[in-house]
């Protein structure tokens, strides 16, 4: 239980970023440790995290319309992200590059 209550208060602090969607100026307030899977998913897609976001916001729109509310999407894509890790991702993610490129 200690662990859920003794970590690093850094980690939920919440964090305002100022950012471009696909040309809009927007503000998305995120916890840090969202803020840091964030980060950690569009490094490895060889992407500035606004630009990893801005795809994943165009993405939704042609799958799904306009997203209820686009930061629970960031996170629940962080809940992705963590249970991608235990199985094997980058076999997931290249993948899903391949089936893209395919399109």
């Known amino acids: 239980m200690r662990s ?6 850094r980690r ?3 964090v ?5 969607l696909n040309g809009q100026s ?3 307030r995120l916890e840090q440790a969202f803020w840091d899977i964030l980060d950690e998913i569009a490094a ?6 606004p630009a990893f976001l801005s795809t994943l916001q165009s993405e939704v729109l ?3 319309g306009e997203p209820v509310n686009f930061t629970s ?5 962080c809940l992705v992200q ?8 980058q076999a997931f993610r290249e993948a899903a590059r391949q089936v893209a490129r395919a399109a």
């Open 62 to 64: 042609m799958l799904d």
């Open 26 to 28: 927007t503000s998305i």
């Open 82 to 89: 963590l249970e991608l890790r235990g199985t094997n991702a």
């Open 16 to 20: 305002t970023r100022k950012i471009r």
């Open 44 to 49: 490895g897609e060889g992407r500035a995290t």
């Open 73 to 77: 999407l960031l996170r629940c894509a």
């Open 4 to 9: 859920f209550s003794r970590q690093d208060r």
């Open 12 to 14: 939920y602090q919440p």
